[in-house]
């Protein structure tokens, strides 16, 4: 798969700062080592978060990513960072199903451009899409900000006005200056709000719910845009999913939890949908840590966070990113 001097991009979420369960920095460099001994030029590669915090900028991003042990004297290669002010591909998206008005998806050149792509996935669960892995590290991951803010305009929050007793601290948290407060009541601009969730989060009184359905909605978005990062790209991609520190959030949060299973291990596949669909059966047939979680199998993750999170695998299959099927070799 990998070309003698061809460049390997190995995508991976480098973790938020204060987060402690991303894939581990050692893992990332057994990988670069095994792609250098096949020939191939690794470097690591992720693209800015779209909400504030310690990611949302290139430099704020190598400096979190540093911190965390993702620097060229740790793993052994370039440490890449893309923001929009990089050359981005516009992939089309014409192949459409149900409600997805995602037309396009914007893609850094330095990503599409690699002679192979490895994505390196922690699963675990997910506030807005149930559980994350490799569809969800494509799909969001692997895209320019203005294309998931364009994703994530389908769980803008709704004001929940019964609940708001007008405390301003949504007001004064949100990053965009969307909000304010008006005779005690609070009022958004919805042209500047980029659906980022930390009014939602940050309410202590749940003034702010998710859009019915938005949860599922996403995760047909983030398929379809899956479908995008890997137009024209297979057979040149690998995917290897982390099954361990299984914690109910992702890797942006900061704290992001305590593992509902114990570690199982890594799936390798050249199907990002297998190797999801695999990695979600394991989970499920795992036992649960006492006293982790009340959620229980099937889709324990997705019952974790009230949603179906098989809907960005069956979306993924629809569109030929891959299949459900699968057959498990053990190593
Ligand atoms: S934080 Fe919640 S309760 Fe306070 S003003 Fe905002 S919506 Fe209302
Ligand atoms: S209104 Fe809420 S979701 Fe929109 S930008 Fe502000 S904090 Fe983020």
Not at 176 to 200: D, H, N, P, Q, W
Not at 251 to 278: M, R, T, Y
Request: glycine share 8%; charged share 20%.
């Amino acid at each position: 798969m990998i070309p003698n001097g061809g460049t390997v991009a190995i995508k991976l979420h480098m973790g938020e700062l204060g987060n402690i369960r991303y894939i581990r920095p050692i893992f990332a460099r057994k990988i670069v080592d095994i792609v250098r001994n096949s020939g191939g030029k690794p470097f690591l590669l992720d693209t800015v978060a779209s909400y504030p915090g310690e990611r949302d900028t290139k430099q704020k991003y190598l400096n979190t990513a540093a911190k965390n042990g993702f620097a060229e004297a740790t793993v052994d290669a370039p440490v890449v960072i893309t923001d929009d002010e990089d050359k981005l591909e516009v992939i089309p998206i014409r192949n459409r199903i149900s409600e997805c008005q995602l037309r396009q998806a914007k893609v850094p050149s330095l990503l599409r451009d690699s002679s192979c792509i490895l994505v390196l996935s922690h699963v675990k669960g997910h506030d807005l899409t149930g559980f994350g892995g490799a569809l969800k590290n494509l799909g969001m991951g692997c895209v320019s900000t203005e294309t998931k803010r364009a994703q994530h305009l389908v769980n803008m929050p709704q004001f929940n006005e019964s609940a708001c007793d007008g405390c301003g601290v949504c007001v004064d948290e949100c990053p965009t200056g969307a909000l304010k407060l008006v005779s005690e009541r609070v009022k958004r601009e919805v042209s500047k709000c980029i659906s980022c969730g930390t009014c939602l989060f940050k309410c202590p009184s749940h003034g702010w719910v998710w859009p019915p359905g938005s949860k599922e909605k996403l995760q047909v978005y983030i398929a379809h845009a899956a479908s995008a990062v890997l137009a024209g790209y297979k057979g040149r991609t690998g995917f290897v999913n982390f099954i361990q520190d299984v914690v109910p959030h992702c890797d942006c949060a900061a704290p992001s939890g305590e593992p509902v299973i114990q570690d199982i291990g890594i799936v390798f596949s050249f199907d990002p949908v297998a190797a999801d669909k695999a990695s979600l059966d394991l989970i499920d047939r795992a036992p649960i840590i006492p006293g982790s979680t009340s959620a229980m199998p099937p889709d324990l993750l997705g019952k974790i966070h009230r949603t179906d999170s098989s809907v960005q695998l069956t979306t993924a299959e629809k569109l030929g990113v891959g299949t459900l099927k699968y057959e498990m070799v053990p190593v």
